[in-house]
């Protein structure tokens, strides 16, 4: 089990299970979220997530056009999760809020296009130029 929370603690997500897949992503539209330049995502089947705490909605168009969800602490600001119209039984956590440095190492990094040069990983990471699949 793993708590994914905020900054200030007010929004919470319990995690009964591992997560199926975590991914570093390097699009601008994550460097802007995590404040980061890449962001570090961990996806969960929808039913072994328990949300506690009120969140803000922003919503953005992703590539394919269908809608991604940020859900974001209106008073610290942090986002902790997301979902994406187009895989609406997967939830999007983001790595930082777990704060666990034991936490699943990421399989895969996607949207290396955007890479900033100086960000390197050793080959038990996954490389794609895109996405591996049609997803968000
Ligand atoms: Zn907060
Ligand atoms: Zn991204």
Redesign the pocket.
């Known amino acids: 089990m793993a708590i994914a929370r905020c900054a200030c603690g007010a929004l919470r997500l319990i995690l009964s299970r591992p997560p199926e897949l975590t991914a570093l ?7 802007r ?1 995590a404040d980061s330049p ?2 570090a ?1 961990a996806f969960y089947s929808i039913d072994c997530v328990e949300i506690s705490g009120t969140s803000t909605e922003f919503v953005r168009a992703a590539e394919s056009g269908r809608k991604v969800r940020m859900h974001f602490c209106s008073t610290c600001g942090s986002t902790v999760y997301w979902k994406a119209d187009a895989s609406p039984s997967w939830i999007g956590v983001a790595v930082g809020s777990i704060a666990d440095p034991a936490f699943t190492a990421p399989a895969i990094s ?2 290396e296009q955007s890479n900033h040069r100086w960000v390197q990983f050793d080959e038990t990471v996954e490389p794609f130029q895109g996405l591996p699949s049609n997803q ?1």
């Open positions: 992503c390097h699009c601008s539209a994550c460097q979220r890449l962001s995502n996607i949207l968000d």
